[in-house]
């Protein structure tokens, strides 16, 4: 079992920034992170994915160029920040971990509460 923990949600203006922090409860040197939001009234979605040697093998369109994933071990937390923020960036944000799989995706067995982020002038 593994517990994920995201924080850094915050209401924030059109072009402000964020980093959301995802604290695992163990070890996350073998696990897999993703990475993903739901607005309101929508599914779910990937914004990215990072393996555990730190290569990123999705970023959403929309994230591309204006977030970063990247991860410290040693610390047991993953990060996603986020620059130049647009109301298309109001969601909630969760992070979810796989220690069996390289594949980020909606089955993975472990997920965060999530964390909210509202971008609002």
């Known amino acids: 079992q593994l517990a994920l923990v995201e924080s850094g949600g915050d209401l924030v203006q059109p072009g402000g920034s964020l980093r959301l922090s995802c604290v695992a409860s163990?070890?996350?040197?073998?696990?897999?992170i993703g990475w993903f939001r739901q607005a309101p009234g929508k599914e779910r979605e990937m914004v990215s994915c990072?393996?555990?040697?730190?290569?990123?093998?999705h970023q959403a369109e929309s994230a591309k160029g204006r977030f970063t994933t990247y991860r410290e071990n040693d610390k047991k937390t993953a990060y996603l920040q986020m620059n130049n923020l647009n109301v298309e960036g109001t969601a909630v944000y969760y992070c979810?971990?796989?220690?069996?799989?390289?594949?980020?995706?909606?089955?993975?067995?472990?997920w965060g509460k999530g964390t909210s982020v509202s971008v609002a002038s």
């Open positions: 979810a971990a796989d220690g069996q799989s390289t594949v980020c995706s909606a089955g993975m067995p472990y």
């Open positions: 163990g070890p996350m040197k073998y696990v897999t």
């Open positions: 990072i393996t555990a040697r730190g290569r990123i093998t």
